[in-house]
T-cell receptor
Framework: KNEVEQSPQNLTAQEGEFITINCSYS?????LHWLQQHPGGGIVSLFM???GKKKHGRLIATINIQEKHSSLHITASHPRDSAVYIC????????????FGTGTRLQVFP | NAGVTQTPKFQVLKTGQSMTLQCAQD?????MYWYRQDPGMGLRLIYY???????DKGEVPNGYNVSRLNKREFSLRLESAAPSQTSVYFC??????????????FGPGTRLTVL
C-alpha cells in the first residue's frame, strides 16, 4: 500500500462545477504539498499546508492532521484547470524527502 | 529569477550510450533533487543533495550517478542507458530541507527515451 493515496485517479467535470480531490496518507508528516502538472509541462507548487486551510483564488486546500487527510477543492472549474494534481507529504521522521501520490488527472470540459 | 532550469528538454539515446542531464537553480537553495516520473507511478527520488558537497541515494539510484558541482548545479549521469530508464526526469530544489515551511521548486523536466 502506498504511503500517499489519492482519489479519484481520474476526474472529468463540466465547466463551472465544484471539484474535490482527496489525499490520504499513512505517515506522520511535517507538511503536505499540493502540486499541479499540465500535460507535457512542468510541476508547480499550489499549496503547502501543515494545518487548517489555505485559499488561493478558486483553489482551496484543507488538511485534517488527526484523520491524515487533505482535500483540494476547485470552485467554478474552468478548462484551463485541466491538469494532473499531485499530493506529496514530507515525513516528520525524514524531512529530507517528499513522498508523492500518483496524481489525479482532471479534465474540465466547456 | 529563472528558477530551476534543466537541459536538455528532450533526448533519445540508444541502449548503452551515456549522457548527463544538467540542472541549475538561481534561488540560492541548499538542497537539490533528481526525480523520475513514470506512467501510473508517483515521482520517485533518484538522488538528492542536501547541501553543496554531499549527495545521497534515493529510492531508485541504480544506473545513475550525480554530481553537485557547486551550490547552483546538480547533474545526473546515465553511464550506460537502458530502456528501463525511459522516463521524464525532474530536477527540484528547496531552500532548507529541514524546514516544513519551504516550498519545493521543480524544473521543466527532461523527456528521455532509450531505444
Amino acid at each position: 500500500k502506498n504511503e500517499v493515496e489519492q482519489s479519484p485517479q481520474n476526474l472529468t467535470a463540466q465547466e463551472g462545477e465544484f471539484i474535490t480531490i482527496n489525499c490520504s496518507y499513512s505517515v506522520g508528516i511535517s507538511a503536505l504539498h499540493w502540486l499541479q502538472q499540465h500535460p507535457g509541462g512542468g510541476i508547480v507548487s499550489l499549496f503547502m499546508l501543515s494545518s487548517g486551510k489555505k485559499k488561493h483564488g478558486r483553489l482551496i486546500a484543507t488538511i485534517n492532521i488527526q484523520e491524515k487527510h487533505s482535500s483540494l477543492h476547485i470552485t467554478a472549474s474552468h478548462p484551463r484547470d485541466s491538469a494532473v494534481y499531485i499530493c506529496a507529504v514530507r515525513s516528520s521522521l525524514n524531512t529530507d524527502k517528499l513522498i508523492f501520490g500518483t496524481g489525479t488527472r482532471l479534465q474540465v470540459f466547456p | 529569477n529563472a528558477g530551476v532550469t534543466q537541459t536538455p528538454k528532450f533526448q533519445v539515446l540508444k541502449t548503452g550510450q551515456s549522457m548527463t542531464l544538467q540542472c541549475a537553480q538561481d534561488m540560492n537553495h541548499n538542497s537539490m533533487y533528481w526525480y523520475r516520473q513514470d506512467p501510473g507511478m508517483g515521482l520517485r527520488l533518484i538522488y538528492y543533495s542536501a547541501s553543496e558537497g554531499t549527495t545521497d541515494k534515493g529510492e531508485v539510484p541504480n544506473g545513475y550517478n550525480v554530481s553537485r558541482l557547486n551550490k547552483r548545479e546538480f547533474s545526473l549521469r546515465l553511464e550506460s542507458a537502458a530502456p528501463s530508464q525511459t522516463s521524464v526526469y525532474f530536477c527540484a530544489s528547496i531552500l532548507d530541507r529541514g524546514s516544513s515551511y519551504n516550498e519545493q521548486f521543480f524544473g521543466p523536466g527532461t523527456r528521455l527515451t532509450v531505444l
